[in-house]
């Protein structure tokens, strides 16, 4: 199933239409919330991290071009060979040239969103490379051959009914049954062997550290830490934006994901690579290589305002907050990065021509942007969009592809209207005396919206008049 931003509106119809889907989705988010709920039971704590985490952050982001050449030359110090991709195709290509140059046609793959946002296994597939998941999540989304609906759960949005099903289908020697554990070894036992015999290993980088040139992912699963060390070959990709300058950085931040995510004070796994294995050790990839991607980032990083968007760290927690997001899930955005994470960030890897409809896509509750760890301001960054869609970039700004995508020359007559007559007074009486003198010319029924937001009607008698009365 692969959805498209441009058709969001009936996208979402049919995700609310789905009661199983409706009901997958109540369960997961509630427990989400409440986990994290737990994790952060002091408010005064969860402020200190929530700040801790921002400052480190924008502290970052504030040198991230100096912060990339430092990770560069520390990486190629410890053996690690660092690639610059502009865009998805030229990551793929990398990929591509790399897996090709050692013969392979299977890589075993972890969790990776940024491997999501380039399509790296459609990519690799047409190359003869077959990219298998490793993530129980990410495995299960593949076999029904979809996408994940959230970027820290990917098959949130099914039931192990469902799961179920789809092993029956695909998995040979599978008995149907709906016990949890023997779903999850079904899966292990099918991917256990994949390890052995693939040919390279690709993951994700949950945080590059520029001091040592150290990557560091974070999992629960151990199919990351696998798929780092078996395959003799490792490929790390990530955004730009996940470099942090300091290895005492990581420590907050992490703390900061693991509440957010998954309610938990840190994850089973935690991995730092810092190169290939040496001559002297029996384990580990024998090459090491880390794909830098651009992919829209830098428009974003040129403007002060919309830079906020980089300083996000994938947990979540947006999302499950999220009155629109918990009951359409994640594919009706037809996008990689849904929910309120997914307004701000895809624009810039998508343009507004594509995602015109995602910012509009929101209550502005504030939910989002309250749980958020490192305080990015969600809803006035959506905001933000919604200008960016319709109007002329701001003095200096770096416009958006497709800017002014969402522009209507109805609309922006009846805003002109509207801005001359409150600009006349005399004009601006008129309209309200006609508006006041006009009213009972409004029918009294048309529909939910005019019967919750139409004034009501002026009482036979003004107060004034009853006052009088009553003090004759």
């Keep these: 199933m692969h959805n498209q931003p441009q058709y969001f509106h009936p996208q979402a119809e049919a995700a609310l239409a789905d009661q199983e889907l409706r009901a997958n989705f109540r369960g997961a988010m509630d427990y989400l919330r409440d986990k994290r709920k737990t994790a952060f039971d002091d408010a005064d704590e969860e402020s200190a991290i929530r700040d801790r985490a921002e400052a480190i952050r924008q ?198 994901l693991t509440r957010s995510a998954t309610g938990q004070l840190i994850t089973t796994y935690f991995n730092m690579i810092s190169g290939p294995r040496k001559d002297d050790e029996l384990d580990g990839p024998k090459e090491v290589h880390l794909v830098l991607l651009d992919n829209g980032r830098s428009q974003a990083f040129a403007d002060e305002e919309l830079r906020k968007t980089l300083q996000c760290i994938r947990c979540g927690a947006c999302m499950n907050h999220c009155p629109v997001y918990t009951r359409i899930g994640g594919h009706a955005y037809g996008t990689v990065y849904p929910g309120p994470i997914g307004k701000i960030i895809s624009p810039h890897l998508m343009g507004l021509d594509a995602t015109q409809d995602l910012p509009t896509a929101s209550s502005l509750c504030g939910a989002c942007g309250e749980v958020c760890p490192v305080r990015i301001p969600i809803p006035e960054l959506l905001q933000r969009l919604r200008h960016e869609a319709k109007q002329e970039p701001n003095p200096g700004a770096l416009p958006l592809r497709g800017q002014k995508a969402a522009a209507s020359n109805t609309e922006a007559f009846i805003w002109r209207s509207f801005a001359l007559a409150t600009r006349q007074p005399a004009l601006y009486r008129t309209m309200t005396w006609c508006a006041t003198r006009l009213r009972r010319l409004i029918p009294s029924k048309l529909g939910p919206w005019t019967r919750c937001r139409t004034a009501p009607r002026p009482a036979a008698k003004t107060l004034r008049e009853l006052m009088a009365e009553r003090n004759k």
């Design 59 to 256: 502290r970052c982001l504030s040198k991230l071009p100096e912060l990339l050449e430092q990770l560069e030359t520390n990486c190629i110090a410890n053996g690690i060979r660092v690639h610059w991709a502009e865009n998805a195709e030229q990551a793929n290509a990398i990929f591509t040239d790399i897996i090709q140059s050692h013969g392979g046609t299977l890589a075993v793959k972890g969790k990776s969103m940024v491997s999501e946002e380039i399509e790296l296994n459609a990519a690799m597939a047409k190359e003869g490379i077959t990219c298998l998941e490793s993530d129980m999540g990410e495995y299960i989304v593949q076999l029904g051959r979809e996408t994940p609906s959230h970027i820290i759960m990917p098959a949130i949005h099914k039931n192990k009914r469902q799961v179920a099903d789809l092993f029956a289908e695909h998995v040979p020697g599978f008995e149907h049954t709906l016990d949890v554990d023997t779903l999850i070894q079904t899966g292990r036992r099918v991917l256990r062997e994949k390890y052995r015999t693939a040919d390279v290993g690709v993951s994700g980088v949950n945080f590059a550290v520029a001091e040592t040139g150290t990557l560091c992912l974070v999992e629960n699963e151990g199919n990351g830490r696998m798929c780092t060390t078996v395959p003799e070959v490792h490929i790390a990709i990530t955004g730009i934006e996940k470099v942090v300058e300091f290895l005492a950085d990581v420590p907050p931040l992490f703390s900061a």
